[in-house]
């Protein structure tokens, strides 16, 4: 299951970063409404990508740092969507948050078999 969830998030990372990188106009669009710099809306797809990345990689611990580093990401949408009064995408990045808390807290960031492994040795 936890492999699932990271696979999701992934996808859902790596298509928003994907879409900030190629400056679709939707994006340009928002970060505009919200004042932010367009450079600043590279650097939020970059970090999106490399999150994605991070969230499927074998390693427990740099599955926890990547999740730690899109936490921070949605901790500052979250911020902006209340701000501007957006409620469904603010609903939407507290659950993105929560999945994420998921794969940084679970014992073995989120490896249902290593998990299972440790329980068969006890």
Not at 102 to 121: K, Q, T
Request: proline residues 3%; glycine residues 12%; charged residues 15%.
């Amino acid at each position: 299951m936890m492999r699932a969830l990271r696979a999701i998030l992934a996808v859902i990372f790596l298509l928003s970063g994907v879409a900030k990188l190629m400056a679709l106009p939707f994006e340009v669009a928002a970060f505009e409404r919200w004042g932010y710099a367009i450079g600043f809306m590279y650097v939020v797809g970059l970090a999106e990508c490399a999150g994605a990345i991070g969230v499927l990689l074998p390693l427990p611990s740099l599955r926890r740092v990547a999740a730690g580093g899109l936490i921070l990401l949605m901790l500052g949408a979250l911020q902006t969507h209340l701000r501007h009064a957006e409620g469904g995408m603010a609903v939407l990045a507290a659950l993105l948050l929560l999945a994420l808390a998921l794969v940084v807290w679970r014992p073995g960031g989120g490896d249902v078999n290593r998990m299972a492994d440790s329980r068969r040795l006890r």
